[in-house]
């Protein structure tokens, strides 16, 4: 599980590597949309790895934090392509 964790969670950086350096505004959306999606998938093991009993709860908390935050951000980076694209 840690290594999925590990996994979803550099995927983000990777993939918003990869939108910054797009040939096109679809391929930045694009990106975007694999990179929130590998931070819902991060989200996710956090939260399984805490409820597991890996991670202490105190431990998670700042995790947590983080990705929503960056699920905040990618998901505002997307509603304004998409609004600009309307």
């Known amino acids: 599980m840690s290594k999925q964790l590990l996994r979803?969670?550099?995927?983000?950086?990777a993939n918003t590597e990869e939108a910054i350096g797009g040939q096109s505004e679809k391929e930045f959306f694009a990106k975007q949309t694999i990179a929130y999606k590998e931070a819902r998938d991060t989200h996710y093991w956090i939260r399984l790895?805490?409820?597991?009993?890996?991670?202490q709860k105190g431990e998670s908390?700042?995790?947590?934090k983080d990705v929503t935050e960056l699920l905040k951000i990618?998901?505002?980076?997307q509603k304004t392509l998409r609004n600009n694209n309307s």
């Open 8 to 13: 979803s969670g550099t995927s983000i950086g």
């Open 49 to 55: 790895l805490t409820d597991t009993g890996y991670f």
């Open 61 to 64: 908390e700042n995790l947590l």
């Open 74 to 77: 990618i998901g505002s980076i």
